[in-house]
T-cell receptor
Framework: DGGITQSPKYLFRKEGQNVTLSCEQN?????MYWYRQDPGQGLRLIYY???????QKGDIAEGYSVSREKKESFPLTVTSAQKNPTAFYLC????????????FGDGTRLSIL | RKEVEQDPGPFNVPEGATVAFNCTYS??????FFWYRQDCRKEPKLLMS???SGNEDGRFTAQLNRASQYISLLIRDSKLSDSATYLC?????????????FGPGTRLSVLP
């Protein structure tokens, strides 16, 4: 079954700790994205990658880092520099072509302990 | 002006009603458009792409007006299960290539 898998579903971070959110896709999509959603708010782009070994900052990249060593994987690290990390994190991927939609994983909820 | 704006909502409608959502976008070069639905505490799911000629999928009809830079979504015969937030999404095809711009969403509650 093709799709996007995010793990874990729930994650708790202690003060000063870095945590990594996993995103894996088996759709053979080139582009992958990370979004953050706060309660009652819209999606905000953190990072995106259009190809392996390349990624770009989105609108709210500060306090986050990513890597794209494999086409199917795009992990997001929430660093201790991100002072307000509590949010719903969504990973998406997309095939080439301007008319191709984004497809989302089912998200990771991150909270501060 | 925000890149993508939507009706502020919420919309509260009885079952069986017809409801329409509007969305405007600022980048006239935008090439592709989509409607997603997002249930509470869930990921957005693609509802339908929006084509220049307009398109229909069952009870859902999407229209695009490039001249006025707006997109609409019409839901006929509303069901309780239609209750969700509807997101208008635009691919602006700017220098960032494949980035999408998401509207803030319009919340729909279908009441029994």
């Amino acid at each position: 079954d093709g799709g996007i898998t995010q793990s874990p579903k729930y994650l708790f971070r202690k003060e000063g700790q870095n945590v990594t959110l996993s995103c894996e896709q088996n759709l053979n999509h080139d582009a992958m994205y990370w979004y953050r959603q706060d309660p009652g708010q819209g999606l905000r782009l953190i990072y995106y990658s259009q190809i392996v070994n390349d990624f770009q900052k989105g609108d709210i990249a500060e306090g986050y880092s990513v890597s794209r060593e494999k086409k199917e994987s795009f992990p997001l690290t929430v660093t201790s520099a991100q002072k307000n990390p509590t949010a719903f994190y969504l990973c998406a991927s997309r095939d080439r072509g301007f008319d191709q939609p984004q497809h989302f994983g089912d998200g990771t909820r991150l909270s501060i302990l | 002006r925000k890149e993508v704006e939507q009706d502020p909502g919420p919309f509260n409608v009885p079952e069986g009603a017809t409801v329409a959502f509007n969305c405007t976008y600022s980048n006239s070069a935008s090439q592709s458009f989509f409607w997603y639905r997002q249930d509470c505490r869930k990921e957005p799911k693609l509802l339908m792409s929006v084509y220049s000629s307009g398109n229909e999928d069952g009870r859902f009809t999407a229209q695009l007006n490039r001249a006025s830079q707006y997109i609409s979504l019409l839901i006929r015969d509303s069901k309780l299960s239609d209750s969700a937030t509807y997101l208008c999404v635009v691919n602006p095809r700017d220098n960032y290539g494949q980035n999408f711009v998401f509207g803030p969403g319009t919340r729909l509650s279908v009441l029994p």
